[in-house]
Nanobody
Framework: QVQLQESGPGLVKPSQTLSLTCTVSGDSITSNYYYWSWIRQSPGKGLEWIGYIAVSGSTHYSPSLKSRTSISRDTSKNQFILQLSSVTPEDTAVYYC????????????WGQGTQVTVSS
């Protein structure tokens, strides 16, 4: 079973770049079965999909965040990384990494989530 764990700083200053790492176990991030995804939930709001990286290394981002988002991977560490630039307090949220099961058209496993607060 795939397991995911987010890591990164819990506090980021406005205008800086938020960087989070998701470490995957139980399968390889080069597996064809999954798109490796980032999702967030801001206080009082629903889940917001940020983007994913596929086995080919191609990426796809939410149009509303595309200009500030980059998702990359480190296959040697079985990790994928989210970078969100020029953050504001509106980017304060719990950030989750998850595996999207391509054949099942649904999320499979989720990380436990990590709180990121944008504040000076």
């Amino acid at each position: 079973q795939v397991q995911l764990q987010e890591s990164g700083p819990g506090l980021v200053k406005p205008s800086q770049t938020l960087s989070l790492t998701c470490t995957v176990s139980g399968d390889s991030i080069t597996s064809n079965y999954y798109y490796w995804s980032w999702i967030r939930q801001s206080p009082g709001k629903g889940l917001e999909w940020i983007g994913y990286i596929a086995v080919s290394g191609s990426t796809h981002y939410s149009p509303s965040l595309k200009s500030r988002t980059s998702i990359s991977r480190d296959t040697s560490k079985n990790q994928f990384i989210l970078q969100l630039s020029s953050v504001t307090p509106e980017d304060t949220a719990v950030y989750y990494c998850a595996s999207w099961v391509v054949a099942g058209h649904d999320f499979g496993s989720w990380g436990q989530g990590t709180q990121v607060t944008v504040s000076s």
